[in-house]
Protein backbone atom coordinates (compact mmCIF):
# COMPACT_ATOMS: atom_id res chain seq x y z
CA UNK A 1 0.00 0.00 0.00
CA UNK A 2 1.25 3.19 -1.00
CA UNK A 3 1.38 6.06 1.63
CA UNK A 4 0.91 10.17 0.56
CA UNK A 5 3.81 12.34 2.13
CA UNK A 6 1.36 13.92 4.11
CA UNK A 7 0.40 10.77 5.77
CA UNK A 8 3.32 9.63 6.90
CA UNK A 9 5.58 12.89 7.10
CA UNK A 10 5.48 15.62 9.63
CA UNK A 11 3.20 19.33 8.62
CA UNK A 12 6.47 20.76 8.51
CA UNK A 13 7.99 18.73 6.26
CA UNK A 14 5.13 18.52 4.07
CA UNK A 15 3.86 21.99 3.88
CA UNK A 16 4.90 24.56 1.66
CA UNK A 17 6.27 26.80 4.42
CA UNK A 18 9.98 26.86 3.86
CA UNK A 19 9.74 30.25 1.96
CA UNK A 20 12.38 28.60 -0.91
CA UNK A 21 9.52 28.71 -3.75
CA UNK A 22 10.58 32.22 -4.72
CA UNK A 23 12.22 33.80 -7.54
CA UNK A 24 15.37 34.60 -5.29
CA UNK A 25 16.25 30.83 -4.80
CA UNK A 26 14.85 30.05 -8.66
CA UNK A 27 17.32 32.32 -9.74
CA UNK A 28 20.11 29.95 -8.10
CA UNK A 29 18.93 27.30 -9.56
CA UNK A 30 18.93 28.86 -13.42
CA UNK A 31 22.53 29.07 -12.40
CA UNK A 32 23.34 25.72 -11.32
CA UNK A 33 21.89 24.33 -14.38
CA UNK A 34 23.59 26.05 -16.54
CA UNK A 35 27.12 28.10 -14.76
CA UNK A 36 29.13 30.79 -16.64
CA UNK A 37 32.49 29.57 -16.97
CA UNK A 38 34.71 31.91 -19.01
CA UNK A 39 36.24 29.14 -21.20
CA UNK A 40 34.19 25.74 -21.18
CA UNK A 41 30.58 27.98 -21.00
CA UNK A 42 31.00 30.98 -21.65
CA UNK A 43 27.50 31.62 -22.64
CA UNK A 44 26.18 30.51 -19.37
CA UNK A 45 24.49 32.28 -16.08
CA UNK A 46 26.38 34.69 -14.08
CA UNK A 47 25.42 34.26 -10.58
CA UNK A 48 24.57 38.29 -9.81
CA UNK A 49 22.34 36.41 -6.70
CA UNK A 50 24.96 35.50 -4.16
CA UNK A 51 25.70 38.12 -1.76
CA UNK A 52 29.09 36.96 -1.09
CA UNK A 53 32.10 38.37 -0.63
CA UNK A 54 35.17 36.81 -2.74
CA UNK A 55 37.34 40.34 -3.02
CA UNK A 56 39.74 39.40 -0.48
CA UNK A 57 40.49 35.82 -0.16
CA UNK A 58 44.05 36.15 -0.57
CA UNK A 59 44.43 37.86 1.89
CA UNK A 60 43.19 35.61 4.31
CA UNK A 61 45.13 32.20 2.11
CA UNK A 62 48.23 34.30 2.60
CA UNK A 63 47.73 34.09 6.55
CA UNK A 64 47.21 30.96 6.85
CA UNK A 65 49.97 30.07 4.75
CA UNK A 66 51.87 32.24 7.10
CA UNK A 67 50.41 30.32 10.27
CA UNK A 68 50.55 26.61 9.69
CA UNK A 69 49.74 26.00 13.55
CA UNK A 70 46.59 27.63 13.73
CA UNK A 71 45.23 24.61 11.44
CA UNK A 72 45.08 21.67 13.61
CA UNK A 73 45.47 19.60 10.40
CA UNK A 74 48.88 20.42 9.31
CA UNK A 75 52.26 19.18 10.41
CA UNK A 76 52.83 22.25 12.92
CA UNK A 77 49.51 22.37 14.30
CA UNK A 78 48.78 18.80 14.51
CA UNK A 79 49.86 18.33 18.55
CA UNK A 80 46.72 20.73 18.88
CA UNK A 81 44.22 18.06 17.44
CA UNK A 82 43.65 15.89 20.01
CA UNK A 83 42.37 18.65 22.44
CA UNK A 84 40.40 20.07 19.62
CA UNK A 85 38.47 16.90 17.91
CA UNK A 86 36.80 15.49 21.37
CA UNK A 87 33.76 16.32 22.49
CA UNK A 88 33.17 20.25 23.39
CA UNK A 89 30.54 21.77 25.34
CA UNK A 90 27.91 24.11 23.62
CA UNK A 91 29.68 27.31 25.30
CA UNK A 92 32.53 27.22 22.55
CA UNK A 93 36.66 27.72 23.21
CA UNK A 94 36.37 30.43 25.54
CA UNK A 95 39.54 32.20 23.35
CA UNK A 96 37.13 31.53 20.19
CA UNK A 97 34.40 33.50 21.97
CA UNK A 98 36.72 36.00 22.90
CA UNK A 99 38.53 36.75 19.78
CA UNK A 100 34.95 37.24 18.47
CA UNK A 101 34.15 40.07 21.12
CA UNK A 102 37.10 42.08 20.12
CA UNK A 103 36.66 41.56 16.30
CA UNK A 104 32.84 42.58 16.46
CA UNK A 105 34.34 45.50 18.54
CA UNK A 106 36.93 46.49 16.69
CA UNK A 107 34.59 46.34 13.36
CA UNK A 108 32.34 48.90 15.45
CA UNK A 109 35.46 51.26 15.53
CA UNK A 110 36.43 50.44 19.04
CA UNK A 111 33.61 52.45 20.08
CA UNK A 112 31.51 50.07 22.50
CA UNK A 113 33.04 46.86 23.60
CA UNK A 114 31.41 43.27 23.64
CA UNK A 115 31.45 41.10 26.54
CA UNK A 116 32.83 37.17 25.75
CA UNK A 117 30.25 35.75 27.84
CA UNK A 118 27.48 36.84 25.63
CA UNK A 119 28.11 35.55 22.75
CA UNK A 120 26.16 32.93 21.65
CA UNK A 121 27.40 30.58 18.54
CA UNK A 122 24.65 29.34 15.79
CA UNK A 123 25.13 28.34 12.10
CA UNK A 124 26.02 31.21 10.07
CA UNK A 125 23.26 34.29 10.88
CA UNK A 126 20.28 31.87 9.44
CA UNK A 127 20.89 29.57 12.45
CA UNK A 128 21.69 32.64 15.12
CA UNK A 129 18.03 34.28 13.33
CA UNK A 130 16.50 31.18 13.94
CA UNK A 131 17.61 31.01 17.52
CA UNK A 132 16.28 33.85 18.69
CA UNK A 133 13.31 33.54 16.79
CA UNK A 134 12.50 30.72 19.30
CA UNK A 135 13.49 32.64 22.35
CA UNK A 136 11.57 35.76 21.54
CA UNK A 137 8.43 34.32 20.38
CA UNK A 138 5.59 31.86 19.83
CA UNK A 139 4.27 30.01 17.01
CA UNK A 140 1.33 32.93 16.01
CA UNK A 141 3.19 35.78 17.37
CA UNK A 142 5.32 38.47 15.08
CA UNK A 143 7.81 40.47 14.14
CA UNK A 144 7.91 43.82 11.62
CA UNK A 145 9.83 43.86 9.09
CA UNK A 146 11.06 47.00 7.05
CA UNK A 147 10.59 46.13 3.60
CA UNK A 148 12.03 45.41 1.34
CA UNK A 149 13.99 42.53 3.20
CA UNK A 150 16.59 39.66 2.67
CA UNK A 151 13.81 36.91 1.29
CA UNK A 152 15.10 34.67 3.51
CA UNK A 153 14.30 35.84 6.47
CA UNK A 154 10.57 34.35 5.67
CA UNK A 155 12.10 30.52 5.87
CA UNK A 156 15.09 31.56 8.44
CA UNK A 157 12.67 33.17 10.71
CA UNK A 158 9.32 31.66 10.09
CA UNK A 159 9.09 28.05 8.55
CA UNK A 160 10.27 26.05 11.89
CA UNK A 161 9.14 28.85 14.72
CA UNK A 162 5.72 29.70 13.14
CA UNK A 163 6.18 33.65 13.68
CA UNK A 164 4.95 36.11 11.18
CA UNK A 165 6.64 38.72 9.31
CA UNK A 166 5.04 41.57 8.87
CA UNK A 167 6.84 43.80 6.63
CA UNK A 168 6.52 47.63 6.74
CA UNK A 169 6.86 49.32 3.30
CA UNK A 170 9.79 51.85 2.67
CA UNK A 171 9.40 53.73 -0.56
CA UNK A 172 11.84 54.77 -2.91
CA UNK A 173 10.37 58.44 -2.58
CA UNK A 174 12.49 58.79 0.34
CA UNK A 175 15.10 56.52 -0.45
CA UNK A 176 13.46 53.11 1.38
CA UNK A 177 14.07 55.01 4.80
CA UNK A 178 12.06 53.41 7.45
CA UNK A 179 9.43 56.04 8.95
CA UNK A 180 7.80 55.78 12.88
CA UNK A 181 4.41 56.50 10.90
CA UNK A 182 4.96 53.77 9.11
CA UNK A 183 6.05 51.38 12.30
CA UNK A 184 3.12 53.17 14.27
CA UNK A 185 0.38 52.11 11.26
CA UNK A 186 2.01 48.34 10.75
CA UNK A 187 2.08 47.75 14.72
CA UNK A 188 -1.60 49.41 14.89
CA UNK A 189 -2.55 47.12 11.84
CA UNK A 190 -1.78 43.73 13.34
CA UNK A 191 -3.24 44.90 17.31
CA UNK A 192 -6.15 45.39 15.39
CA UNK A 193 -5.96 41.58 13.35
CA UNK A 194 -5.28 40.76 17.05
CA UNK A 195 -1.54 39.61 15.77
CA UNK A 196 0.76 39.51 19.27
CA UNK A 197 3.84 41.78 18.20
CA UNK A 198 6.70 40.95 19.91
CA UNK A 199 9.50 42.83 18.23
CA UNK A 200 10.87 44.81 15.32
CA UNK A 201 13.98 42.92 13.20
CA UNK A 202 15.94 44.60 10.86
CA UNK A 203 19.39 44.00 8.80
CA UNK A 204 21.48 47.05 9.16
CA UNK A 205 23.87 47.67 6.84
CA UNK A 206 20.47 46.89 4.91
CA UNK A 207 20.19 43.63 2.47
CA UNK A 208 19.04 44.28 -0.09
CA UNK A 209 19.52 48.40 -0.02
CA UNK A 210 23.03 48.46 0.84
CA UNK A 211 22.55 51.73 2.62
CA UNK A 212 23.37 52.18 6.93
CA UNK A 213 20.59 53.39 9.26
CA UNK A 214 21.68 57.16 10.68
CA UNK A 215 21.86 58.07 14.48
CA UNK A 216 18.32 59.62 14.86
CA UNK A 217 16.65 57.10 12.97
CA UNK A 218 17.91 53.93 15.12
CA UNK A 219 17.13 56.20 18.22
CA UNK A 220 13.48 56.93 16.95
CA UNK A 221 13.32 52.85 16.58
CA UNK A 222 15.10 51.99 20.14
CA UNK A 223 12.71 54.40 21.50
CA UNK A 224 9.40 53.19 19.91
CA UNK A 225 10.58 49.14 21.06
CA UNK A 226 11.05 51.13 24.51
CA UNK A 227 7.77 52.13 24.54
CA UNK A 228 6.02 49.28 22.99
CA UNK A 229 8.04 47.11 25.22
CA UNK A 230 9.00 44.62 22.36
CA UNK A 231 11.94 43.53 21.21
CA UNK A 232 15.00 45.03 19.10
CA UNK A 233 17.07 42.06 16.64
CA UNK A 234 19.36 44.23 14.68
CA UNK A 235 21.47 41.79 12.15
CA UNK A 236 24.54 43.28 11.63
CA UNK A 237 25.93 41.09 9.58
CA UNK A 238 27.46 43.70 6.69
CA UNK A 239 28.94 45.76 9.51
CA UNK A 240 32.68 45.90 8.30
CA UNK A 241 31.36 45.82 4.38
CA UNK A 242 31.19 49.45 4.45
CA UNK A 243 32.96 51.22 1.77
CA UNK A 244 32.06 55.16 1.96
CA UNK A 245 30.48 57.96 3.94
CA UNK A 246 28.53 57.76 6.23
CA UNK A 247 29.89 55.50 8.46
CA UNK A 248 28.01 52.36 10.34
CA UNK A 249 26.64 52.63 13.52
CA UNK A 250 25.76 49.84 15.79
CA UNK A 251 22.73 49.57 17.78
CA UNK A 252 25.62 48.54 20.33
CA UNK A 253 26.34 52.60 20.66
CA UNK A 254 22.88 53.75 20.11
CA UNK A 255 21.93 52.14 23.23
CA UNK A 256 24.79 53.80 24.87
CA UNK A 257 22.89 57.20 24.52
CA UNK A 258 19.47 56.37 24.67
CA UNK A 259 17.51 55.46 28.17
CA UNK A 260 16.18 51.92 27.43
CA UNK A 261 15.48 48.29 29.09
CA UNK A 262 18.49 46.28 27.48
CA UNK A 263 17.01 43.15 27.96
CA UNK A 264 14.92 43.90 24.33
CA UNK A 265 18.22 44.48 22.67
CA UNK A 266 19.95 41.81 20.70
CA UNK A 267 22.69 41.69 17.89
CA UNK A 268 22.65 39.02 14.83
CA UNK A 269 26.07 39.08 13.50
CA UNK A 270 28.33 36.40 11.61
CA UNK A 271 31.56 36.34 9.79
CA UNK A 272 29.97 35.02 6.38
CA UNK A 273 30.29 38.58 4.61
CA UNK A 274 32.60 40.67 6.86
CA UNK A 275 35.41 38.30 6.53
CA UNK A 276 33.91 36.27 3.24
CA UNK A 277 33.63 33.06 5.05
CA UNK A 278 30.16 31.47 4.59
CA UNK A 279 31.20 28.02 4.06
CA UNK A 280 32.85 28.31 7.96
CA UNK A 281 28.93 28.69 9.33
CA UNK A 282 29.98 31.12 12.62
CA UNK A 283 26.56 33.04 13.12
CA UNK A 284 26.50 34.67 16.43
CA UNK A 285 23.34 36.07 18.67
CA UNK A 286 24.65 38.70 21.10
CA UNK A 287 21.90 39.54 23.59
CA UNK A 288 22.00 41.73 26.34
CA UNK A 289 19.47 39.59 28.10
CA UNK A 290 20.38 36.98 30.71
CA UNK A 291 17.42 34.94 30.25
CA UNK A 292 18.13 34.83 26.30
CA UNK A 293 21.85 34.11 26.54
CA UNK A 294 21.13 30.91 28.94
CA UNK A 295 18.56 29.49 26.89
CA UNK A 296 20.26 30.81 23.66
CA UNK A 297 23.64 28.97 24.51
CA UNK A 298 21.32 25.38 25.34
CA UNK A 299 19.58 25.98 21.77
CA UNK A 300 22.99 26.35 20.19
CA UNK A 301 23.67 22.43 20.63
CA UNK A 302 21.83 22.26 17.39
CA UNK A 303 24.06 24.47 15.25
CA UNK A 304 27.54 24.78 17.32
CA UNK A 305 30.52 25.84 14.74
CA UNK A 306 32.83 23.24 14.30
CA UNK A 307 35.93 23.37 17.30
CA UNK A 308 38.07 23.04 14.52
CA UNK A 309 36.72 26.24 12.94
CA UNK A 310 36.78 27.98 15.98
CA UNK A 311 40.21 27.18 16.69
CA UNK A 312 41.94 28.75 13.73
CA UNK A 313 39.16 31.67 13.78
CA UNK A 314 40.34 32.36 17.44
CA UNK A 315 44.14 32.56 16.09
CA UNK A 316 43.33 34.40 12.94
CA UNK A 317 40.56 37.28 15.06
CA UNK A 318 43.07 37.97 17.72
CA UNK A 319 46.14 38.64 15.15
CA UNK A 320 45.39 42.45 15.42
CA UNK A 321 48.06 43.72 12.43
CA UNK A 322 46.46 41.46 10.18
CA UNK A 323 43.06 42.33 11.21
CA UNK A 324 43.44 45.86 10.89
CA UNK A 325 44.99 45.47 7.64
CA UNK A 326 42.31 43.03 6.33
CA UNK A 327 39.51 45.27 7.32
CA UNK A 328 41.04 48.42 5.47
CA UNK A 329 42.05 46.55 2.24
CA UNK A 330 38.77 44.59 1.70
CA UNK A 331 36.57 47.97 2.35
CA UNK A 332 38.34 49.45 -0.27
CA UNK A 333 38.45 46.61 -2.53
CA UNK A 334 34.74 46.68 -2.22
CA UNK A 335 34.65 50.72 -2.85
CA UNK A 336 36.54 50.27 -5.82
CA UNK A 337 34.37 47.13 -7.18
CA UNK A 338 31.03 48.96 -6.28
CA UNK A 339 32.47 52.22 -7.80
CA UNK A 340 33.40 50.55 -11.08
CA UNK A 341 30.46 48.26 -11.39
CA UNK A 342 28.04 51.07 -11.14
CA UNK A 343 29.43 53.61 -13.15
CA UNK A 344 29.49 51.01 -15.77
CA UNK A 345 25.50 50.45 -15.23
CA UNK A 346 25.59 54.47 -15.82
CA UNK A 347 27.15 54.41 -19.01
CA UNK A 348 24.41 51.61 -19.84
CA UNK A 349 21.52 54.10 -18.59
CA UNK A 350 21.05 52.15 -15.17
CA UNK A 351 20.79 53.74 -12.17
CA UNK A 352 21.40 52.64 -8.57
CA UNK A 353 19.93 53.36 -5.44
CA UNK A 354 23.05 55.72 -3.62
CA UNK A 355 24.76 52.92 -1.62
CA UNK A 356 27.74 52.68 1.08
CA UNK A 357 27.71 49.00 2.24
CA UNK A 358 27.16 45.66 1.35
CA UNK A 359 27.96 43.42 -1.72
CA UNK A 360 25.37 44.25 -3.90
CA UNK A 361 23.18 47.42 -5.50
CA UNK A 362 19.89 48.16 -5.80
CA UNK A 363 19.49 48.73 -9.40
CA UNK A 364 16.10 50.49 -10.82
CA UNK A 365 14.61 49.07 -14.31
CA UNK A 366 11.20 50.88 -14.08
CA UNK A 367 12.12 52.39 -17.35
CA UNK A 368 12.70 48.93 -18.92
CA UNK A 369 9.69 47.57 -17.46
CA UNK A 370 6.91 47.07 -20.16
CA UNK A 371 4.04 47.36 -17.87
CA UNK A 372 4.30 48.83 -13.80
CA UNK A 373 3.16 46.02 -11.97
CA UNK A 374 4.73 43.04 -10.62
CA UNK A 375 3.91 41.45 -13.52
CA UNK A 376 5.91 43.37 -15.58
CA UNK A 377 9.01 42.89 -12.88
CA UNK A 378 8.74 38.81 -13.66
CA UNK A 379 8.60 39.08 -17.46
CA UNK A 380 11.54 41.19 -17.15
CA UNK A 381 13.63 39.07 -14.45
CA UNK A 382 12.45 35.73 -16.74
CA UNK A 383 14.17 37.68 -20.05
CA UNK A 384 17.20 38.54 -18.03
CA UNK A 385 18.06 35.11 -16.46
CA UNK A 386 16.96 33.21 -19.62
CA UNK A 387 18.40 35.50 -22.30
CA UNK A 388 20.93 38.15 -20.83
CA UNK A 389 21.85 35.09 -18.58
CA UNK A 390 22.31 36.65 -15.69
CA UNK A 391 20.94 36.22 -12.27
CA UNK A 392 20.02 39.17 -10.48
CA UNK A 393 16.90 39.12 -7.80
CA UNK A 394 13.66 40.69 -8.47
CA UNK A 395 12.23 43.49 -6.23
CA UNK A 396 8.98 41.62 -5.29
CA UNK A 397 11.25 38.78 -3.96
CA UNK A 398 12.56 40.94 -1.15
CA UNK A 399 9.25 41.91 -0.33
CA UNK A 400 9.55 45.45 -2.30
CA UNK A 401 6.27 47.90 -2.90
CA UNK A 402 7.24 49.03 -5.68
CA UNK A 403 7.57 47.17 -9.01
CA UNK A 404 11.32 47.65 -11.36
CA UNK A 405 14.03 47.03 -8.67
CA UNK A 406 16.32 44.16 -8.73
CA UNK A 407 19.25 43.43 -6.01
CA UNK A 408 22.62 42.77 -8.01
CA UNK A 409 25.38 41.48 -6.30
CA UNK A 410 28.86 42.85 -7.60
CA UNK A 411 31.56 40.54 -4.88
CA UNK A 412 31.15 37.08 -5.83
CA UNK A 413 33.02 37.35 -9.21
CA UNK A 414 36.20 38.51 -10.49
CA UNK A 415 37.00 41.44 -12.82
CA UNK A 416 36.58 39.59 -16.21
CA UNK A 417 33.25 38.47 -15.25
CA UNK A 418 32.05 41.65 -13.80
CA UNK A 419 33.03 43.29 -17.00
CA UNK A 420 31.58 40.85 -18.95
CA UNK A 421 28.30 40.98 -16.93
CA UNK A 422 28.17 44.90 -17.26
CA UNK A 423 28.54 44.27 -21.12
CA UNK A 424 25.73 41.94 -21.44
CA UNK A 425 23.74 44.18 -19.17
CA UNK A 426 24.55 47.31 -21.31
CA UNK A 427 23.95 45.06 -24.72
CA UNK A 428 20.36 44.03 -23.18
CA UNK A 429 19.61 47.71 -22.14
CA UNK A 430 20.44 49.28 -25.50
CA UNK A 431 18.65 46.41 -27.45
CA UNK A 432 15.93 46.83 -25.22
CA UNK A 433 15.50 50.65 -25.57
CA UNK A 434 15.73 50.27 -29.29
CA UNK A 435 13.03 47.88 -29.26
CA UNK A 436 10.34 49.96 -27.06
CA UNK A 437 11.41 53.33 -29.77
CA UNK A 438 10.17 50.93 -32.00
CA UNK A 439 7.41 50.04 -30.81
CA UNK A 440 5.87 53.47 -29.63
CA UNK A 441 7.18 54.88 -33.60
CA UNK A 442 4.96 51.74 -34.52
CA UNK A 443 2.33 52.84 -32.35
CA UNK A 444 2.49 56.37 -32.96
CA UNK A 445 2.72 55.50 -36.58
CA UNK A 446 -0.44 53.72 -36.42
CA UNK A 447 -1.57 56.67 -34.23
CA UNK A 448 -0.75 58.60 -36.66
CA UNK A 449 -1.88 57.16 -40.01
CA UNK A 450 -5.37 57.10 -38.02
CA UNK A 451 -5.59 60.56 -37.50
CA UNK A 452 -3.94 61.22 -40.72
CA UNK A 453 -6.72 59.23 -42.50
CA UNK A 454 -8.78 60.39 -40.36
CA UNK A 455 -8.53 63.51 -40.75
CA UNK A 456 -8.58 63.04 -44.83
CA UNK A 457 -11.99 61.35 -43.72
CA UNK A 458 -12.94 64.32 -41.79
CA UNK A 459 -11.40 66.91 -44.46
CA UNK A 460 -13.12 65.32 -47.34
CA UNK A 461 -16.32 64.39 -45.77
CA UNK A 462 -16.92 67.91 -45.21
CA UNK A 463 -18.14 70.04 -48.42
CA UNK A 464 -15.71 72.19 -49.09
CA UNK A 465 -17.16 75.40 -47.56
CA UNK A 466 -16.78 73.44 -44.70
CA UNK A 467 -12.92 72.76 -44.66
CA UNK A 468 -11.53 74.56 -42.25
CA UNK A 469 -8.62 77.09 -43.41
CA UNK A 470 -5.72 76.06 -42.63
CA UNK A 471 -3.59 78.29 -40.14
CA UNK A 472 0.13 79.04 -40.59
CA UNK A 473 0.90 77.03 -37.12
CA UNK A 474 -1.87 74.32 -38.39
CA UNK A 475 -0.08 73.68 -41.44
CA UNK A 476 3.41 74.34 -39.70
CA UNK A 477 2.27 71.46 -37.47
CA UNK A 478 0.73 69.74 -40.02
CA UNK A 479 3.78 69.31 -42.37
CA UNK A 480 6.03 68.73 -39.88
CA UNK A 481 3.90 65.46 -38.54
CA UNK A 482 3.57 64.81 -42.42
CA UNK A 483 7.11 64.85 -42.89
CA UNK A 484 7.79 61.88 -40.09
CA UNK A 485 5.22 60.14 -41.33
CA UNK A 486 6.56 60.19 -44.64
CA UNK A 487 9.77 59.42 -43.49
CA UNK A 488 8.40 56.66 -41.32
CA UNK A 489 6.68 54.84 -43.89
CA UNK A 490 9.37 55.32 -46.42
C1 LIG B 1 20.71 40.04 6.20
C2 LIG B 1 21.23 38.64 6.20
N1 LIG B 1 21.08 37.89 7.29
C3 LIG B 1 21.52 36.63 7.33
C4 LIG B 1 22.13 36.05 6.24
C5 LIG B 1 22.60 34.61 6.32
O1 LIG B 1 23.99 34.58 6.55
P1 LIG B 1 24.82 33.28 6.95
O2 LIG B 1 25.53 32.85 5.71
O3 LIG B 1 25.79 33.72 8.00
O4 LIG B 1 23.87 32.28 7.44
C6 LIG B 1 22.32 36.79 5.07
C7 LIG B 1 22.94 36.20 3.89
O5 LIG B 1 22.86 36.67 2.78
C8 LIG B 1 21.86 38.13 5.06
O6 LIG B 1 21.99 38.90 3.98
Known amino acids: MEFKSSQILSKLATSDQHAENSPYFDGWKAYDNDPFHPTQNPHGVIQMGLAENQLSFDLIEEWIKKNPVASICTREGVDAFKDIAIFQDYHGLPEFRKAVAKFMGKVRGRRVTFDPDRVVMAGGATGANELIMFCLADPGDAFLVPSPYYPAFDRDLSWRTGVKLLPVACESSNNFQITLQALEEAYKNAQKANIKVKGLIMANPSNPLGTTMDKDTLKSLVTFINEKKIHLVCDEIYAATIFRAPNFISISEIIEEVECNRDLIHIVYSLSKDMGLPGFRVGIVYSYNDTVVNCGRKMSSFGLVSSQTQYLLASMLSDEEFIEMFLKESSKRLGNRHKIFTRGLV ?129 TTCSCDLNIYLKVII
Open 347 to 475: EGGIKCLESNAGLFCWMDLRPLLKETTFEGEMELWRVIINDVKLNVSPGSSFHCDEPGWFRVCFANMDDETMQIALRRIRTFVGERKEMDAQVNNKRWKKTLRLSFSSRMYYETSLSPHMIPSISTSSF
